[in-house]
């Protein structure tokens, strides 16, 4: 099975194992990938954290981003984009961190499509995320 | 075999095949090490701020805990080279990459609770990094994980006790037998001189 732009896709989970709101990890290959839904649209991205490297399967979705669990880092499911940099100051006393180690990359983000009741994923990242 | 060939290593395909995405961990490994050792420079100079009564007390424990760090760093780095791994060659990329913040001190300095709070976090970080380590290697790979552990280990020992430290919860501290003493991960790596 192939995506529209040519990616094969696997299959990884039931339809049944995605309900509105949830997500799990799933591995294709030697690459640990987080699928989901929310909003009712799927989504796919690598479990990495693109910060430093935290699962984010451990983490939490606020809307539309997944926030880790490591530095509360937030990027969206959807177009993988950094949406909120946390700051690790606890108290106004505290120094902020060296831009060069707050900086982050975006999620990688795969094709994922279901039919007949299951769920498929593509390893072909998406080069724009 | 010429010189400068590496031949198949074994104990790299054998984690392969056991599903350990060996590039991965080597960078999980980097992360890891990289937050070891900037948290050892950095509390040294947490450590030298403990100062007056209040901080004379708790300066021990820093002790402990910023050796026992550095003794962390010195246990997994000759793990990562044997994964085929190395340390970034400038420093200043070393510490960019840690895996977690920098503990640096606070300006109220003086507060000797708001050095805890730094220290408590720094201790936090650490045990989700290698929580990370240890999940990844855990059945897959016995030689990372069991020195991934027996840092986990002393981590969550250090965040009790400045957990007792700050809300005084029962840690089940006791002095250590030596400053940085390590009592897990003393007798791991080559680099430790214990």
Known sequence: MKDPNGAELRPVCKSDDLLEGAMMKVTVGSEDILVGRKGGKLFACNNSCPHKGASL??????GENIVCYMH????????????????????????EQDPE??????LVLYPISEEDGMVYVGLKSNPDS | MTKGTVPNIVAIEVLKKNGVNVEKLKELLTKGVGAEF???????????????LD??????????????DRNHFEAMV???????????????????????????LPDNWEDINSI????????????????E?????????????????????EEVEHEAWFIELLSKRPSGHFRRKFAGQSPHTGAQGSLIHL
Not at chain 2, 78 to 104: N, T, V
């Open chain 1, 57 to 62: 399967s451990k983490g939490h979705m606020d």
């Open chain 2, 78 to 104: 000759p793990r990562l080279y044997e994964l085929g791994g190395s340390l970034p060659r400038d420093i200043r990329k070393f510490a960019d990459q840690a895996g977690c913040p920098d503990a640096y």
């Open chain 2, 38 to 52: 900037t948290t050892y420079y950095y509390y040294t100079i947490l450590r030298m701020h403990c100062t007056g």
């Open chain 1, 72 to 95: 509360g880092y937030e990027y969206n499911v959807f177009t993988g984009k950094l949406e909120k940099m946390m700051s690790w100051k606890k108290e106004d006393t505290w120094i």
């Open chain 1, 101 to 106: 180690w707050r900086k982050s990359g975006p």
């Open chain 2, 55 to 68: 901080g004379e007390g708790i300066k021990e424990i820093v002790e402990d805990a910023r050796i026992e």
């Open chain 2, 133 to 153: 380590v240890c999940d990844m290697t855990a059945g897959k790979d016995p030689r990372t994980y069991d020195i991934a552990q027996r840092i986990m280990q």
């Open chain 2, 116 to 131: 805890l709070k730094v220290l408590l976090e720094a201790e936090q970080c650490a045990i989700r990094s290698w929580g």
